[in-house]
């Protein structure tokens, strides 16, 4: 079993659609939570950083944490044909990039 | 600033041969890594440095793949003889003297593509 579990879609809605994306976790461990954006043939930037469980806002994103179910989510709002990449949920124990793992990825494409 | 720069951006071998990638850091980002990205496996952290000293390789494949970090400005990544397995897309990135703490933010290149026939 992977340490971090991601469903690849692809995942396609509409412009103006409200997205969802997931990954669960076993380590209990884990700590610090990030998601990156990747578009394509280009290398992942970071998006996203949480520590620990609670949500944080960013624009029209909003990361999740809840650590009692091993779950974290990364929720778009408004979606944009722009905002149509792969996203990487990552995380580590002790923060920083010590032992980031990464998920495996889920492409979302937003269609006009 | 210019970001990561990797090179070559494409390369395209035979089973065999060496195979040589390269990256420049971010000027003051004194951590560098390499990672692989498949589709099969995701992307897997390889080695990385720590003031050009490697401080974990355990993510290298095997003994046919070795980094090396000269300088604080230049690594490469060989794989000698080159497999068909190693078909991917190896990415270079840095962070901040701080490690990213706590963000842990790593700044990606664009990709070395490599394909092995």
Redesign the interface.
């Known amino acids: 079993q992977k340490e971090v579990e991601q469903d690849p879609g692809p995942l396609s809605v509409p412009e103006g659609a409200i997205v969802s994306l997931n990954c669960t976790y076993s380590n209990s461990a884990f700590q610090?939570f990030?998601w990156y954006r990747q578009y394509s043939?280009?290398?992942?930037?970071?998006l996203m950083?949480t520590?620990s469980s609670g949500n944080k806002e960013d624009g029209r994103f909003t990361a999740q944490v809840d650590k009692s179910s091993k779950y974290i989510s990364l929720f778009i709002r408004d979606s944009q044909p722009s905002d149509s990449a792969t996203y990487?949920c990552?995380m580590?124990a002790r923060?920083?990039?010590?032992?980031?793992i990464?998920?495996?990825?889920t492409r979302l494409a937003v269609h006009p | 600033d210019a970001g990561v720069i990797q090179s070559p951006r494409h390369e395209v071998t035979e089973m065999g041969q060496e195979v040589t990638l390269r990256c420049k850091p971010i000027s003051g980002h004194d951590y560098l890594f390499w990672y692989r990205q498949t589709m099969m496996r995701g992307l897997e952290l390889l080695i990385y440095f720590n003031n050009n000293v490697p401080i974990d390789d355990s993510g290298m494949p095997e003994d046919r793949f070795s980094a090396k970090m000269p300088n604080a400005s230049f690594s490469t990544l060989k794989i000698q003889p080159s497999e068909p397995r190693d078909s991917a897309v190896y990415f270079c990135a840095s962070s901040l003297p701080t490690g990213g703490f706590p963000t842990g933010e790593l700044f990606f290149g664009e990709g070395s593509r490599l394909t092995v026939l």
């Open positions: 610090y990030m043939r280009k290398g992942p930037e970071l950083y520590y990487l990552a580590s923060g920083g990039y010590n032992k980031l990464f998920g495996a990825g």
